[in-house]
């Protein structure tokens, strides 16, 4: 088995054993962790989910299939641009400025009208210490109908203390033949930049023309004469900037995200440059971490252009 199969086969397992610790997925953004996520929470949700899984009829189904909530699911996700998942999250603290409900609060409740209650935490490597140990505990005296479901992008930075609490679900990108097969045609840039993982095709595609522009952009990398840079730096801005309106992102994430397009292009296509590699690289760190784009990028490309 390939790509997702063998991770949908296990959680099917989960499902017609009826296993209830928490389960980990695990796999590279895209590729399908938080799919598989949704398919185990509404399984436990479901009340006349089967061996086979959720009916898919009843209300909670058609709630959760309709617009991915219900009453006795909780999501946490990472706050803030440090995103981070704070201990406030988990046990109630009313220094923490966040309208959710924290989960140990989220669990004291019987489910309302699901099966169970089940909390679904994504990027599970962004919990800090203090909230991985409050989880923990509030897993110890959790009631025998709460689920823990959680997904990460960066399995080795999940504290070991929660990693060994859970069934651990790999979630590998499909083969070239599967990818293919689901998405009838693939352009050069879609594959790169997606680096084969389905979700980020889609997003790829959601603001295709940003993308294609940047993709050309790239190309004319090669070959370019020194005194093109300043040129190149100026389109590149405006290339990444396109992505704003179609992705909804701010303009220092989509500065970000051309970079790490950038960054895979010369993989790529300069695999002798390392020294052009580590140039980008470094400007995408110092974009994430507030620097001016205008100051960053000029002297970037001046190092990208030439023999
Ligand atoms: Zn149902």
Same mark, same amino acid.
Request: glycine letters at 8%; one cysteine or more.
């Given at each position: 088995?390939?790509?997702?199969?063998?991770? &949908?086969?296990?959680?099917?397992?989960? =499902?017609?054993?009826?296993?209830?610790?928490?389960?980990?997925?695990?796999?590279?953004?895209?590729?399908?962790?938080?799919?598989?996520?949704?398919?185990?929470?509404?399984?436990?949700?479901?009340?006349?989910? /089967?061996?086979?899984?959720?009916?898919?009829?009843?209300?909670?189904?058609?709630?959760?299939?309709?617009?991915?909530?219900? =009453?006795?699911?909780?999501?946490?996700?990472?706050?803030?641009?440090?995103?981070? =998942?704070?201990?406030?999250?988990?046990?109630?603290?009313?220094?923490?400025?966040?309208?959710?409900?924290?989960?140990?609060?989220?669990?004291?409740?019987?489910?309302?009208?699901?099966?169970?209650?089940?909390?679904?935490?994504?990027?599970?490597? @962004?919990?800090?210490?203090?909230?991985?140990?409050?989880?923990?505990?509030?897993?110890?005296?959790? /009631?025998? &109908?709460?689920? %823990?479901?959680?997904?990460?992008?960066?399995?080795?930075?999940?504290?070991?203390?929660?990693?060994?609490?859970?069934?651990?679900?790999?979630?590998?990108?499909?083969?070239?033949?599967?990818?293919?097969?689901?998405?009838?045609?693939?352009?050069?840039?879609?594959?790169?930049?997606?680096?084969?993982?389905?979700?980020?095709?889609?997003?790829? @595609?959601?603001?295709?023309?940003?993308?294609?522009?940047?993709?050309? %952009?790239?190309?004319?990398?090669? !070959?370019?004469?020194?005194?093109?840079?300043?040129?190149?730096?100026?389109?590149?801005?405006?290339?990444?900037?396109?992505?704003?309106?179609?992705? !909804?992102?701010? /303009?220092?994430?989509?500065?970000?995200?051309?970079? @790490?397009?950038?960054?895979?292009?010369?993989?790529? &296509?300069?695999?002798?440059?390392?020294?052009?590699?580590?140039?980008?690289?470094?400007?995408? @760190?110092?974009?994430?971490?507030?620097? /001016?784009?205008?100051?960053?990028?000029?002297?970037?490309?001046?190092? %990208?252009?030439?023999?």
């Amino acid at each position: 088995m390939i790509g997702l199969a063998s991770a &949908r086969a296990a959680v099917d397992g989960i =499902i017609a054993t009826g296993r209830s610790a928490p389960v980990l997925f695990y796999g590279a953004i895209g590729a399908g962790k938080s799919l598989l996520a949704e398919r185990l929470a509404l399984a436990w949700l479901c009340p006349k989910a /089967s061996q086979d899984g959720p009916c898919g009829e009843c209300q909670v189904c058609r709630t959760f299939l309709d617009k991915g909530k219900a =009453i006795d699911l909780q999501r946490i996700e990472p706050l803030g641009p440090s995103r981070i =998942i704070r201990v406030g999250q988990i046990v109630p603290d009313s220094a923490l400025d966040w309208e959710g409900t924290a989960v140990t609060t989220f669990l004291q409740t019987l489910p309302t009208v699901g099966r169970n209650r089940v909390v679904l935490i994504e990027d599970a490597d @962004r919990m800090n210490q203090d909230a991985a140990n409050a989880l923990l505990k509030t897993l110890e005296e959790a /009631s025998a &109908r709460a689920r %823990l479901i959680l997904t990460t992008s960066a399995i080795s930075r999940v504290m070991p203390t929660i990693r060994s609490r859970c069934i651990a679900i790999a979630c590998e990108l499909p083969g070239y033949d599967e990818l293919a097969g689901q998405f009838a045609s693939l352009e050069p840039h879609e594959l790169l930049f997606s680096e084969g993982a389905p979700g980020v095709i889609h997003h790829v @595609r959601e603001a295709d023309e940003a993308y294609r522009t940047l993709f050309a %952009l790239f190309e004319d990398l090669s !070959g370019a004469p020194p005194g093109a840079a300043l040129v190149l730096s100026e389109r590149f801005k405006e290339a990444a900037e396109a992505l704003e309106k179609p992705t !909804g992102q701010t /303009s220092r994430a989509c500065h970000a995200e051309a970079l @790490r397009c950038l960054a895979l292009w010369i993989r790529s &296509r300069m695999p002798g440059h390392p020294d052009r590699l580590a140039a980008v690289v470094e400007t995408h @760190r110092r974009i994430v971490g507030n620097a /001016s784009a205008n100051l960053a990028f000029d002297p970037l490309f001046a190092t %990208l252009v030439g023999p």
